[in-house]
Nanobody, 125 residues
Framework: QVQLVESGGGLVQAGDSLRLSCAAS????????MGWFRQAPGKEREFVAS???????GLADNVKGRFTISSDYVKNTVHLQMNSLEPEDTAVYYC???????????????????WGQGTQVTVSL
């Protein structure tokens, strides 16, 4: 079993930066990939970024150039650095993890078995 806890969300203005963190506990050695999803009111939960033990990273097209994902597998922590935030980035951000090694970027919700409770990010004009 793996537990995930997000932190770092908050209220910021457009153009500001924010750094989210996700701490994993439990059977952390079994984790292959960790990622971030977000869900705005009335919308489906969507992929934001991911990073695997192989070093492969993936970013959604609408955050490329602004967001960066990084990980520290020794500390069992993953971060999402969000720069140049826009009101459209407003959402609950969820940390996710999975044990199954896969080739390429894993973007589907169904491919992640562990989820955090989410942290709210609100970007105002």
């Amino acid at each position: 079993q793996v537990q995930l806890v997000e932190s770092g969300g908050g209220l910021v203005q457009a153009g500001d930066s924010l750094r989210l963190s996700c701490a994993a506990s439990g059977r952390t050695s079994s984790i292959w990939i960790m990622g971030w999803f977000r869900q705005a009111p009335g919308k489906e939960r969507e992929f934001v970024a991911s990073i695997s033990r192989s070093g492969t990273t993936g970013l959604a097209d609408n955050v490329k150039g602004r967001f960066t994902i990084s990980s520290d597998y020794v500390k069992n922590t993953v971060h999402l650095q969000m720069n140049s935030l826009e009101p459209e980035d407003t959402a609950v951000y969820y940390c996710a993890a999975d044990r199954t090694p896969r080739v390429g970027v894993t973007r589907e919700k169904r491919d992640y078995e562990y989820w955090g409770q989410g942290t709210q990010v609100t970007v105002s004009l």
